[in-house]
């Protein structure tokens, strides 16, 4: 059984919110950003459902996190994503069961991945100098 197959309880979460919010601005879009490529890549095995919730889920939380200490632009993009992961969960099991709609969720979280993990600057040596 992997870490995200074990259902974060309440009190879990709050550890979770606690570690999150010590982390700089770009590494939280950056867990943001692995959470969605976490999404996108575990949706390709049918056995992964309750791991994509999971992490769909962390997502949602993330998102609620981060929205006071962003710009007000990205804050749009967030809230965009955080509509699009409500939809997502709510229809979760019908979406997993159908192979189009769970590669099209796959492929945008992958492209949701993608743009906050530019916003995060992490990939700017400069920030993150290896």
Known sequence: MSNAQVQLQPDR?????ESYLRLALPWRLGELAVGLGRARSFSDHNAHQQDVKVFL??????????MPDVQPAWQADLLKLKQELV??????PAIWDNAEQRAAVATQAGCWSDKFLQHSGLLDPEINPR
């Open 57 to 66: 889920d962390q997502c949602v939380y993330f998102i609620e996190w981060l």
């Open 87 to 92: 939809v997502w969960l709510a229809n979760w």
């Open 13 to 17: 979460w709050e550890a979770l919110h």
